[in-house]
T-cell receptor, first 113, second 117 residues
Framework: DAKTTQPTSMDCAEGRAANLPCNHS???????VYWYRQIHSQGPQYIIH???NNETNEMASLIITEDRKSSTLILPHATLRDTAVYYC??????????????FGTGTLLAVQP | DTAVSQTPKYLVTQMGNDKSIKCEQN?????MYWYKQDSKKFLKIMFS???????INETVPNRFSPKSPDKAHLNLHINSLELGDSAVYFC????????????????FGPGTRLTVL
């Protein structure tokens, strides 16, 4: 699975959009981009995933560049409860023998009041 | 209803003891996992079972033994506990084992904080 690079930490004002970048320059054609987050003292929580098209769900939007070498997770209106470590993970989608998530160090998003 | 539950939430024990952590999921999923998060917050997969069959075993010491009595349960037994085993252990489950992204979303439990003295 390809390696990802994320900033160590970011700040965001409450009510504003939080844009979390992720670089995955060695991503392969059959690898998906997944985002999870971990709020303090809780288990990781799935947010969204995508292959090459932009995706949106009730939690966030995922923007993947055309060359797929980077992506951005967007929380449209950040709240204090969105303060967490956000993990960008790349893994093989279809046909993988296992469903192994490899977590990096992630980005600590601090939403400020 | 809790989707993935773990017991106990906290476990404090002495070096050399044997302990177990239980995990149950009520999502009807076929695949379950154990992850370890150490003091530096690195989260790493340990094991995965699909329909009671071991499919991932990540170079974990053989003091750690997962046991899956049925596909809704995956327990973690740890023998001869060492100081370095102190960590938070997370159980997770997914509908499938990695064949289709739509069914691969992993749902995590609340974690068990193990402290070895």
């Amino acid at each position: 699975d390809a390696k990802t690079t994320q900033p160590t930490s970011m700040d965001c004002a409450e009510g504003r959009a939080a844009n979390l970048p992720c670089n995955h320059s060695t991503i392969s054609g059959n690898e998906y981009v997944y985002w999870y987050r971990q709020i303090h003292s809780q288990g990781p929580q799935y947010i969204i995933h995508g292959l090459k098209n932009n995706e949106t769900n009730e939690m966030a939007s995922l923007i993947i560049t055309e060359d797929r070498k980077s992506s951005t997770l967007i929380l449209p209106h950040a709240t204090l409860r969105d303060t967490a470590v956000y993990y960008c993970i790349v893994r093989v989608g279809y046909g993988g023998a296992t469903n192994k998530l490899i977590f990096g160090t992630g980005t600590l998003l601090a939403v400020q009041p | 209803d809790t989707a993935v539950s773990q017991t106990p939430k906290y476990l404090v024990t002495q070096m050399g003891n044997d302990k177990s952590i239980k995990c149950e999921q009520n999502l009807g999923h076929d695949t379950m996992y154990w992850y370890k998060q150490d003091s530096k917050k690195f989260l790493k997969i340990m094991f995965s079972y699909n329909n009671k069959e071991l499919i991932i075993n990540e170079t974990v010491p053989n003091r750690f033994s997962p046991k899956s009595p049925d596909k809704a349960h995956l327990n973690l037994h740890i023998n001869s506990l060492e100081l370095g085993d102190s960590a938070v252990y997370f159980c997770a489950s997914s509908q499938d084992r990695g064949k289709t992204p739509a069914k691969d979303t992993q749902y995590f439990g609340p974690g068990t904080r193990l402290t070895v003295l």
